[in-house]
C-alpha cells in the first residue's frame, strides 16, 4: 500500500523545523524575537491538540482544516497530470477544486437512489490512475449519512484510499468509521459539531504511514499557536449539538407544512426542494436572510440548503420563506366568474357577458388576503370560426376592465376535447411553466369551479376543489352559506 505514495515524496527529505528538535532550553535556534507575545513557532505536530481529540496520536494529523488535509491527500497520492480522483456526486466542492488545483484529473459519478453510493458504478469507474475515491458522510449537501457497508466494499473492492469526509459525522446518530480499514482516511473538522469554523483545525484520521506521509510533506508550522491553544481549550468541553437537532426538528416539520419536500438530514443542515430555488434565494437575501443555492448541482434541481441556526434565526427564515410560497385561487371563468348560459355553453358577445353577483367583492377578498388570482379557462374553439378570437377578446376584455382586479396569470386552453391536448382541464398543462416556477401553498391554495374537471384538475395540482354550483356560487355576500372563498377565508 506504501507504494501508493508518489515517488517523490517517498524519497523526499522533509525540511526540519527548529521547534521539531527542540521547544525547551535557550532557543537562539529559529531566529525567533524573544520578545513578543506570540513570538516563538508553535508545535509543529500539535501535539496537545492531537492528545485532547482523544485519537491515538500516529493516527492523527491536524490541519488547518480538513481543506489542508484534502490538499495534501492530493501531494501525497497523485501524480499531477497523470492520477485522477472519483468524487461522488452532489457533494462538497472543494474536492473537485483541489483536484483541479494539483492538476488531477476528477472523475464524478453520481449518487444512487437516496443519494446512496452506486458502489458498481463508482468501481466501474476506477481505472489504474485511480487513487482516491472522495465520500462524504453525511453527504454535503444532501445531508445523508452513507451505508457503512458501501462505504467498506468500496475499500475493500478499491487498491486505492478512501477518502471518508466526517465533517458532519457528531450530528448523525452513527459512529465514525475512523480506523475501521486501512486504506481508510476519515476527515473530520472543529467547524461544525464544535462550532469553532473560525479556528481552522481539521484532522485525518487514518493509519500510521498515511499520517506519516501528510505530516512529512505539510508547510513546517501549518496550525498555528491561537487555533492550538483554542482548539485545546474547546476539546475539554462539550460539543454543540443537542440544541441544533432539536431545531433541526422543528424546521423540519414547517418546511413539510409548507408543503416542500425536505431530504432526509444527518447534519446540522437541511436540504430541500422549492419550485423557482434560484429566485427564492435571492429574495430570502434581499430580505436578510441567507441560504445556499444549490440547484445547479447535479441531481438537485430546484434545492436550497439551509444550515440550522438559533431559534430566533431559524424563525427569521421560516418567517421570510413564508411569505415567499404564495397562496393561490385558481379561478375558472365561466359559470363561476361570468354567468354561463346552459343552451352553448359560451360566452362569444357581450349580450351574453354577465359578471356574476359578489364576484367584485370576492376577488377583492381574496387578494387582500394575500392570494395569487389565476383565472384557469377551457374555451372550446376560442380562435376557430365557431369562437373566433375577436369575440373571445371583447368579452375577455371587457371583463378584466369590469372587474379593476388583476390577475395574476390567465389561463385559458383554446381546444376542443377531443383534440385531447395537455393543456385542457382536468389536466394541468396550461398551469405547468407557472406551477414550475412558483412556490406554492399547497393546503391554503385552492380552485374554484363549477365542474368536475375543475375539482379534478385541483387533484392534479395537489390543492383543494372548491365546487360552486355553476352560476351560483362566486361569493355572493348574501348567498346562504356554504364552502366557497368565503369559507376558505
Ligand atoms: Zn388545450
Redesign the pocket.
Known sequence: MKNLIRKNVQALKPYICARQTASEGVLLDANENPRGKYNRYPDPYATEVRKAYGVPIPNVFVGNGSDEAIDLLFRVFCEPGEDEVITLDPTYGMYKVSADINNVACKSVLLGEDFQIDVEKTLAAVSPNTKLIFACSPNNPTGNLLKEKDILELCERFEGIVVLDEAYIEFADSDSMALKTGNLVALRTLSKAWGAAGLRVGFAIATEWIIEAMNKIKPPYNVNQLSQDAAKEILSGEMQIKAILDEKKRVIARLKEFGLKVFPSDANFILFKIPGASQVQKALQENGVVIRDRSGMPMLADCLRVSIGTQSQNDRFLEELEKLIKKVAFIDRDGVILFENQIDFQVDSLEKYQILPGVNEGLKKLKEAGYMLVMVSNQDGRGTDSFSEEDFLLVQNRMIEDLGIEFDEIFV???FAEEN?D??KPKTGMAEEFLKKTPINYDKSFVIGDRESDMEFAQNIGVRGVKAETNDIFPNPSARKRSGPRAIL
Open positions: 386552453c383554446p381546444h391536448c393543456c385542457r
